[in-house]
């Protein structure tokens, strides 16, 4: 009986001191894997995986044109590019407060060159800190149905950030704002090998926690992880620009090579985009 006591007298104390906040949040972290898989329905996961998988081509992509025709030209896709949309021609139109030209817009273009310089790991620390990291009381400054918060965050480092290993892959921990390091096995010819984008000083990969996203929404909740990632690269973007980095949110990757690389479980881990990150060689700052 004294000694039920005397633990429950430490438990409030950690409490106190916020040591418990830090290891609930993990105790949750290794067991909400294997806690939400208990209620994901076979029928749902199926479902989920094979439109992810269904997800992998799009027209004009060298797979496409390796196993099939192209019915659509490179001029046909370019012509659609940054167009709106009317839904009808005989609605009444209302003009907006005038926006004065392109300039306005804070967001920079997306990197199409990296300039290769050192970047300390503690900017990239403090990008994600401050772009996705939580508050006390686990808040994320991103919305998320039901709060599951069912995107990861794995970031792929290239040689040039200085504090950790070369080519390391580390998941951003958002409660705790701490980065747990995953056996990836990348190289610098790897690396090289994850875009076509050249100079790139690291990524971050955004996957769906399958089991996560899916144990309460079912099918839905595979929409809403997608919706939360859409929110999440729009902060760290910025946050980022603030830092002088460019970046560029890509969807053409080998998603089941660069998981493994990552030193994932792509049966667990599906992943939506990539998102490359450097100094844009010869502008923006
Ligand atoms: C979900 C998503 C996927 C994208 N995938 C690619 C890609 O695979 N390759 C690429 O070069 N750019 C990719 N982009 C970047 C867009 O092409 C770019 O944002 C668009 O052309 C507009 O240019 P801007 O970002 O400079 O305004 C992607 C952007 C988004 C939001």
Redesign the pocket.
């Known amino acids: 009986m004294a000694l039920i006591l005397l633990l429950a007298l430490v438990r409030e104390a950690f409490k106190c001191t916020g040591w418990m906040m830090s290891s609930e949040a993990e105790i949750s972290a290794l067991n909400q894997i294997g806690f939400a898989s208990q209620f994901v329905d076979p029928d749902v996961e199926t479902v989920v995986r094979t439109f992810h998988q269904h997800c992998f081509s799009c027209a004009g992509s060298t797979l496409e044109n390796r196993v099939s025709t192209p019915y659509l030209t490179l001029e046909d896709l370019m012509s659609a590019?940054?167009k709106e949309t009317r839904f009808s021609h005989i609605s009444k139109i209302l003009d907006g407060s005038s926006i004065p030209s392109q300039s306005t817009i804070s967001?920079?273009?997306?990197m199409t060159s990296g300039r290769p310089s050192p970047i300390p790991f503690q900017t990239i620390a403090s990008i994600m800190g401050s772009a996705v990291g939580s508050d006390g009381i686990g808040r994320r400054p991103y919305p998320s149905g039901g709060a599951l918060y069912s995107a990861e965050m794995v970031l792929v480092f290239g040689d040039t950030i200085e504090g950790v290993p070369a080519f390391s892959v580390g998941h951003y921990l958002p409660v705790t704002n701490r980065f747990e390091l995953l056996p990836g096995r990348f190289d610098r010819a790897k690396f090289d090998a994850i875009?076509s984008?050249k100079g790139v000083s690291f990524y971050i990969a955004y996957f769906v926690n399958l089991k996560k996203a899916t144990f309460k929404y079912r099918s839905r909740g595979y929409r809403l992880a997608l919706l939360e990632i859409?929110s999440i690269?729009q902060k760290i973007i910025g946050a980022a620009q603030e830092d002088g980095l460019a970046s560029?949110?890509?969807?053409?990757?080998s998603e089941y090579e660069f998981t493994k690389d990552c030193g994932l479980d792509s049966r667990l881990l599906l992943p939506a985009?990539i998102h490359a990150f450097g100094y844009q060689e010869g502008a923006y700052v």
Do not use: H, K, M, T
Not at 107 to 110: A, E, T
Not at 248 to 253: K, Q
């Open positions: 590019e940054a967001r920079w273009p997306s875009s984008i859409g690269y560029r949110v890509l969807a053409g990757f985009v």
